[in-house]
């Protein structure tokens, strides 16, 4: 069993799900197809436990979060390494729970690749495998 430590920005539940892990920053405004709720070179996001080092874009970026989650199509939670405040504007306006993950971006990638289940714990922990 892996543990890795995140702390709540956007608090949520407790929850275990499909992860959903991409190794590049995520462009809010260009990667992510709203009506479908994927994310292009990742895959369907919807109700699944969505991994990243950092989302990039412009403010509309808090509007998509805010759509994905009107249409049933966000994420149940987001872990990211980079909490900026579009990020967590649209974390909160889409009720999105998000977390800092507090381990090194290289160390989480790694033992997260093929991953295929994960499960937050407590707001405390990633907890995989």
């Not at 608090?11 to 994927?38: A, H, M, N, Q, T």
């Not at 979060?65 to 974390?91: C, E, F, Q």
């Amino acid at each position: 069993m892996i543990k890795l430590r995140i702390r709540p920005i956007v608090e949520g539940r407790e929850y275990c799900s499909e992860i959903v892990l991409s190794e590049k920053p995520v462009s809010l405004l260009g990667d992510v197809d709203v009506e479908g709720g994927i994310v292009r070179g990742v895959g369907e996001i919807s109700g699944k436990i969505l991994v990243v080092p950092a989302s990039v874009g412009s403010t509309v970026g808090s509007y998509v979060l805010y759509a994905l989650s009107r249409n049933g199509k966000a994420p149940i939670a987001i872990v990211t390494s980079s909490i900026d405040p579009i990020l967590a504007t649209g974390a909160v306006i889409g009720d999105i729970p998000l977390y800092r993950l507090l381990e090194p971006w290289d160390k989480a990638k790694n033992m997260l690749r093929g991953v295929k289940e994960g499960c937050i714990v407590k707001g405390e922990y990633l907890v995989v495998g």
